[in-house]
């Protein structure tokens, strides 16, 4: 693999061959968490993986872990490419392709919402009172709530054991997330909305879940590619919130027959 050069100290990882297209990472991971995805994807496409700033080999970046600064770098580094952003690294891909659809000419939301907690209006998202307990774990016990959320996203998918072993691996792989960025994380987690961009979005868009998600619920994703033109809402059986490790087949044939969709 080859690494794009910037002066934000953000590492992106190049790897494969042909049209590109960017991967996006969800909280405390890094890129290296979808190895099995590029093994799959690599003879077709040029991939991008990305470590959002404060997060594997990005932990250094001079770029806060907030959506507008860290999109506006990463559409002035990277080529016109579809985005795909799972989980947390979705609000980065559905806002770049809202605001920047010539740089972003497709969107794959996987497990990923435009907005991650219930409230009057939005009745498929997590309790803030979860993100808010996660907030106060990360200063009483780092590394035992990483290890709550991890067990989270592995919970409900037909194999979760596997699942958590290879979320367990990967979280550290790469060092350590600082601390004070995973608190960033939560808080956009928590607070970010951005329903009011699926009316206008001018990308065809893909929006993939697992059936047995616990932290995204598939019917938050459907409702979400309901509101947005030209989006396709797909849900793989069997899977949690980390299909690319448990269903990595299915994810890149599902991936393969969108991209190439006229």
């Given at each position: 693999m080859n690494t794009?050069?910037?002066p934000h100290g953000l590492h992106i990882e190049v790897a494969g061959e042909g049209a590109p297209l960017v991967l996006l990472h969800g909280w405390a991971m890094h890129g290296g968490v979808f190895a099995p995805l590029v093994e799959r994807l690599r003879a077709q496409r040029t991939l991008y993986l990305v470590d959002l700033p404060g997060h594997g080999l990005s932990r250094d970046s001079t770029l806060p872990l907030a959506i507008a600064p860290v999109v506006d770098a990463l559409v002035d580094l990277l080529p016109p490419a579809p985005w795909l952003g799972w989980s947390l690294g979705g609000l980065f891909a559905l806002h770049a392709a809202a605001l920047h659809p010539d740089r972003v000419p497709a969107l794959v939301m996987l497990c990923a919402s435009p907005r991650f907690v219930r409230g009057n209006d939005w009745s498929h998202g997590m309790s803030p009172e979860v993100f808010r307990d996660f907030a106060t774990g990360l200063r009483s016990d780092y590394r035992g709530t990483l290890d709550r959320f991890i067990a989270l996203e592995a919970f409900g998918s037909d194999d979760a054991?596997?699942?958590?072993?290879?979320?367990?691996a990967e979280v550290f792989a790469r060092g350590e997330p600082a601390g004070h960025v995973l608190a960033d994380g939560l808080g956009l987690l928590e607070t970010v909305?951005?329903?009011?961009?699926?009316?206008?979005l001018a990308v065809p868009s893909l929006w993939m879940s697992g059936r047995r998600d616990r932290l995204v619920d598939p019917r938050a994703m459907q409702a979400a590619a309901a509101q947005a033109p030209e989006a396709v809402a797909q849900t793989i059986d069997h899977a949690g919130h980390a299909p690319f490790l448990t269903h990595a087949d299915a994810v890149a044939a599902r991936l393969h027959e969108f991209l190439i969709a006229p």
């Open positions: 794009l050069d910037n054991r596997g699942e958590l072993r290879a979320l367990r909305d951005l329903r009011a961009r699926l009316s206008t």
